[in-house]
């Protein structure tokens, strides 16, 4: 069983910049995928950011992020973090983390590849 604790949302403003963790507090494993979603309110959820096991590092990002979301991973802390930069109202949503069991060939941004979800942190950025 892995368990995630996320931390780090809050309230910015437009070109604002906020950095989640993902604190994995049980079940770690430096082979398996981990990535970012996000849901705003009667929206989808949508990938956000994966990354790969810790000796490669090897991450993907949903188009609408790419240039200003940057994940990484500190396999000593064993914590997954979300630097977000130039952050846009379009990104308030109810932010993720995710484990997936199991080798990590390659990170995905399909959410139902993931097994086991943290509670969620709440990012809001206004006009």
């Known amino acids: 069983q892995v368990q995630l604790v996320e931390s780090g949302g809050g309230s910015v403003q437009t070109g604002g910049s906020l950095r989640l963790s993902c604190v994995v507090a049980?079940?770690?494993?430096?082979?398996?995928?981990m990535g970012w979603f996000r849901q705003a309110p009667g929206k989808a959820r949508e990938g956000v950011a994966a990354?790969?096991?810790?000796?490669?590092?090897?991450?993907r990002y949903a188009d609408s992020v790419k240039g200003r979301f940057t994940s990484t991973k500190d396999n000593a802390a064993k914590t997954l973090y979300l630097q977000m930069v130039n952050l846009k109202p379009d990104d308030t949503a109810m932010y993720y983390c995710?484990?997936?069991?199991?080798?990590?060939?390659?990170?995905?941004?399909?959410?139902?590849?993931?097994?086991?979800w943290g509670q969620g942190t709440q990012v809001t950025v206004s006009s």
């Open positions: 049980s079940g770690y494993t430096d082979r398996s995928c």
């Open positions: 990354i790969d096991s810790d000796s490669v590092q090897r991450t």
């Open positions: 995710a484990a997936k069991s199991g080798f990590c060939w390659s990170p995905s941004l399909q959410d139902s590849e993931y097994n086991f």
